[in-house]
């Protein structure tokens, strides 16, 4: 399918969501629409072959993709974790300025448009904070910090190829990866393949020339309801004090909140 | 005020440190912008150079926030900067002011 949107040079988002026990398809349905909203650009979703999307994206690409993976959720539960794959970005986007997102973020301002006009190869974030602080960022006791896969902008180009080859090179053998980089945690996480290709492909040095220079906001607590007025968003949660925040980017962790109706009717608020 | 709306209210509390912790980062995200394919970052002291300059207008290079060098125009740049770093620092103002307004603790 063309993409009728392209222009000289296209750009555009792209969503990965592979349905476990959590309906991430659903949830990329809702957090698209204040991606559409908040950055005007076309949004492909990426999926398997059963899923179901309900938002109207410019593409849905549908791949096959490993299952196996398990992480806990904000409630210490074992949950299944599609995150395979997610390498593929770089071959399925059909865009040349792509801006690769995790479902679990929310898009609440443009800031992100700053960066896909500068032509770097790619940047993600380094750093990423929350109101307990910021949020810790190695990949063990003794090992080197990790970035942030939530948000990836990428042109497309000969150094960008070389980065998603090494994540896809880094998931084929991710148990030698863990041993060579004392990971702590044994469980894939792009979040680690990306950190360990970004620090071979720049000479084994962490080069802060990849970083997105801001933090990522990410919620980290459950989630009761979040609540947009004109300009701040209140979040509420179970187990302490409400915070008061401008519109702005957030990751929420809370999956159980973002398939809920409080976060379609928090969607809705938002883009009316 | 009855105790049932006193403990309403407690909830209802937000942590004024936190609030304002978070505004902030939100400001130093806002205070970047693009211009001539770098990013920079607003702040006085860039622009006062810049002001300042007083060599050819057509051939000022600034570093941007990711290392390199940006050629900018003199004037062009200075409208920018001034008008962006105004504009989210009178935001800034305004909202910790409500901020304040609103603290609890």
């Given at each position: 399918m063309?993409?009728?949107r ?24 809702n ?17 398997d ?6 938002f109207?994206y ?8 490993a ?9 210490y539960q074992?949950v ?16 040349d300025?792509?801006v690769?997102l ?33 949020l ?6 003794y090992?080197l910090?990790f970035?942030?896969a939530t ?16 994540v ?10 863990c ?13 680690y ?14 080069d802060p ?10 919620i980290?607590?459950k ?31 809370d ?6 109706t ?7 608020d938002?883009?009316? | 005020?009855?105790?049932e ?11 004024y440190?936190?609030?304002r ?23 006085p ?7 300042m ?10 570093e941007?926030?990711y ?5 900018i ?14 504009k989210?620092?009178?935001r ?6 409500e ?7």
């Amino acid at each position: 399918m063309q993409n009728s949107r392209k222009s000289e040079k296209s750009k555009g988002v792209v969503v990965f969501a592979f349905n476990t026990s959590v309906d991430y398809v659903a949830i990329a349905d809702n957090t698209s629409k204040l991606i559409e909203r908040n950055l005007k650009l076309p949004i492909t979703l990426i999926t398997d072959h059963d899923a179901e999307p309900q938002f109207e994206y410019d593409q849905v690409i549908r791949v096959d993709v490993a299952s196996g993976n398990i992480k806990l959720d904000v409630s210490y539960q074992q949950v299944e974790w599609k995150n395979f794959g997610r390498y593929l970005a770089y071959e399925l986007s059909p865009y040349d300025s792509t801006v690769l997102l995790d479902v679990d973020y929310l898009v609440l301002d443009d800031s992100l448009l700053k960066l896909i006009d500068l032509n770097k190869d790619y940047a993600f974030h380094y750093y990423s904070s929350s109101s307990n602080g910021d949020l810790y960022s190695s990949m063990g006791p003794y090992s080197l910090p990790f970035i942030w896969a939530t948000v990836i902008v990428f042109n497309k180009s000969d150094k960008t190829k070389m980065l998603f080859d090494l994540v896809k090179r880094i998931q084929d053998n991710y148990d030698y990866y863990c041993k060579l980089y004392n990971i702590r945690e044994r469980n894939f996480r792009n979040d680690y393949a990306f950190a360990i290709a970004n620090i071979i492909l720049n000479g084994y040095h962490i080069d802060p020339g990849h970083n997105i220079p801001w933090k990522m906001f990410t919620i980290t607590d459950k989630v009761d309801r979040l609540i947009v007025d004109s300009k701040n968003i209140r979040a509420y949660f179970t187990n302490k004090k409400p915070i008061l925040m401008p519109q702005q980017n957030i990751h929420v962790m809370d999956k159980a909140y973002l398939q809920s109706t409080q976060f379609k009717d928090f969607v809705t608020d938002v883009t009316g | 005020m009855n105790a049932e709306d006193i403990v309403k209210q407690i909830k209802q509390a937000t942590d004024y440190q936190i609030n304002r912790s978070i505004l902030r980062e939100k400001i130093q995200t806002d205070l970047h912008f693009a211009y001539n394919g770098g990013l920079f970052k607003a702040d006085p002291a860039q622009y006062t150079f810049v002001m300042m300059w007083q060599g050819d207008a057509d051939a000022l290079f600034l570093e941007d926030t990711y290392g390199n060098p940006i050629k900018i125009n003199q004037k062009e740049f200075l409208d920018l900067s001034t008008e962006h770093y105004q504009k989210v620092m009178n935001r800034w103002h305004q909202e910790h002011a409500e901020l304040k307004k609103i603290r609890k603790i």
